[in-house]
């Protein structure tokens, strides 16, 4: 059974920090680009981060460059999104999702339920 599994979401005053996690199985997690996508309430899902099969490249969305890190523990078949300087319009459902090599939700191959993230101003 194909498994993403997000955790590290919460509540968090602008200017603060959080770190994402998604623990992956049942699928060759060394195959997949895997990243995150994220949604906020009356939009569509956004490709925020996303890293390569090798961990050679990265992608971030403009509005998160110098902010977020992406990173990946192969060896746990574990994605990390850390998310500093935070803003309020960062606030939404955070989505791990893999194949995010397109940033396009409708070619994403699996996906996790979501961790909700709110920035307070």
């Known amino acids: 059974e194909v498994q993403l599994v997000e955790s590290g979401g919460g509540l968090v005053q602008a200017g603060g920090s959080l770190r994402l996690s998604c623990a992956a199985s049942g699928f060759t997690f060394d195959d997949y680009a895997i990243g995150w996508f994220r949604q906020a309430p009356g939009k569509e899902h956004e490709g925020v981060s996303c890293?390569?099969?090798?961990?050679?490249?990265?992608y971030y969305a403009d509005s998160v460059k110098g902010r977020f890190t992406i990173s990946s523990d192969n060896a746990k078949n574990t994605v990390y999104l850390q998310m500093n300087s935070l803003k309020p319009e960062d606030t939404a459902v955070y989505f791990c999702a893999a194949d995010c090599r397109w940033r396009d939700w409708d070619k994403v191959d699996y996906w996790g339920q979501g961790t909700q993230v709110t920035v307070s101003s």
């Open positions: 890293i390569s099969s090798s961990n050679e490249r990265t």
